[in-house]
């Protein structure tokens, strides 16, 4: 658990008021609490109340807190604000999240910081995979696995490496990573920051102050916030795989990771990073930790041992000839779109809760899918979509269903390199909790087939 009693000096005896008891709010209360630091808990839902001591912040008085910790999920501008953030505005009582917290208690330590709208996780986790293997000292966390706050405390020479969301962003005041990762920008989260304008403002406050900044050049949008920084405090690193660069780190269309024109190491020959995307991943990763000052050998080995990362085209089983994959986490067009271009022939099972804006991405690809499997309310919007593209489909309404009818159809068939895809291009939240429940619900079905 990080050491919140360095703050406890800052806020002069004001408590501070925690608004959404999930993860990163219950371990915001457990730190300060192990500080001495005086909290106030509330959460609009009473199940998650149960069991605590709360009060309803929605109607209190924020002059008299120090701070408001506010849930990353919980809206700050868009749609609306939620009625503690328009109350503690009111008093100035500055609204942040569990990042800012653990910056503000120790702003001299070691951070990277990895944002982006896709591949952010499995970057995160291959770096804090090649620290590890290189002996660095290092905690992982933020926007994925642990929680800030519930991280070990290391010494001053360790190293923090956090997912950071564009909602994370948005609520991190003055915390910017010294080591600061754009990997790529496309359309997601519109509603929550009134449109795509907003949505960038939040992702480049991870390069607010000085230091080091990594950023891919793969889009319009991350181009245009490199030439907005590259004049700024910061040590511009450019990151592509779609273009050679003679300064910067670039990965050819073979798959050579290269370090200002010099060959580094083929990423074909690591199992868990392929497709571009994935090369897209290793070369940010590496551009980190050459930035953090790790060898490359050590780089190299951290490649190579890579695992992979749950529900992120992770390989569950190959059975018969066919390839089943878990791409749970591709919850927007882009991301499906990913992992469409790297396979064929694909058994693709898509749908959910659809997001706005179409599939323009996925239909690149479409000629990689032989046969889709719709579920959830996507079926009749995404249904529509793929006849109008002469993509034979059938709605199956459900996961265990559409997993049932892709393996009977792909085992049929016997083509070869043929792949059962999960890569839904929509989000879980009309049949599962999130996007890992509907990940761990297809690999048990799968798992089931198999055995």
């Known amino acids: 658990m990080i050491d919140l009693t360095p703050l406890k000096f800052q806020l002069k005896g004001k408590p501070i008021a925690i608004v959404g008891l999930g993860k990163s709010g219950l371990h915001t209360h457990e730190a300060c609490k192990a500080a001495g630091i005086e909290t106030v808990l509330w959460d609009d839902n009473a199940a998650s109340r149960k069991g605590f001591e709360t009060e309803d912040l929605t109607k209190a008085d924020f002059h008299r807190f ?3 910790c506010l849930a990353p999920g919980i809206p700050l501008t868009h749609p609306t604000p939620h009625p503690t953030v328009v109350l503690a505005q009111k008093a ?5 999240c569990d990042i800012e917290l653990f910056h503000r208690a120790h702003p001299k330590i ?5 944002t982006g709208t896709n591949g952010k996780s499995t970057t995160t986790a291959l770096v804090g995979h090649i620290l590890k293997t290189a002996n660095v000292e290092s905690a992982v966390g933020g926007n994925i696995g642990e929680a800030s706050l519930s991280l070990p405390q290391l010494s001053p020479k360790g190293v923090y490496v956090f997912e950071l969301s564009s909602y994370q962003l948005d609520l991190c005041p003055t915390f910017s990573p010294d080591i600061a990762v754009l990997i790529n920008l496309s359309p997601d989260h519109l509603d929550r920051h009134g449109g795509m304008g907003g949505y960038i403002a939040a992702k480049r406050k991870i390069f607010r102050g000085s230091g080091t900044a990594i950023i891919g050049l793969d889009d319009e949008w991350s181009r245009q916030v490199y030439g907005d920084i590259a004049n700024t405090a910061r040590k511009d690193i450019p990151v592509s795989c779609l273009k050679p660069l003679s300064e910067g780190i670039c990965v050819t269309e073979d798959g050579l990771l290269k370090d200002n024109g010099r060959s580094i190491f083929n990423l074909k020959e690591c199992r868990t990073l392929q497709g571009q995307h994935n090369w897209q991943n290793a070369a940010m990763a590496y551009a980190a930790c050459t930035a953090q000052g790790v060898a490359v050998a050590d780089i190299i080995a951290g490649f190579m041992t890579f695992p992979g990362l749950a529900h992120r085209q992770n390989i569950i089983t190959v059975y018969k000839g066919v390839t089943y994959i878990n791409d749970s ?6 991301a499906a779109a990913m992992a469409l ?3 064929e022939p694909i058994y693709w099972i898509a749908g959910g ?5 179409g599939y323009p991405d996925c239909e690149q690809y479409l000629s990689h899918v032989r046969h889709a499997f719709l579920i959830g309310e996507a079926e009749e919007k995404m249904g529509a979509w793929l006849k109008e593209k002469k993509t034979p489909f059938t709605r199956t309404g459900t996961l265990d269903v559409a997993v049932t009818a892709a393996h009977d159809m ?15 291009a929509c989000a879980s939240f009309d049949q599962f909790k999130n996007f890992e429940q509907r990940g761990d619900a297809f690999v048990s079905l799968v798992r089931k087939i198999a055995a």
Do not use: F, H, W
Not at 410 to 424: M, T
């Open 110 to 114: 070691k951070t990277i910081g990895i």
């Open 341 to 343: 271009r790297t396979y």
């Open 92 to 96: 100035n009582c500055p609204v942040i």
């Open 329 to 334: 986490k591709a919850t927007n067009d882009q």
């Open 410 to 424: 792909a085992q049929a068939e016997k083509r070869e390199n043929a792949v059962v895809l999960l890569s839904p």
């Open 66 to 68: 120090a701070l408001l």
């Open 353 to 357: 809760k659809p997001k706005d804006g």
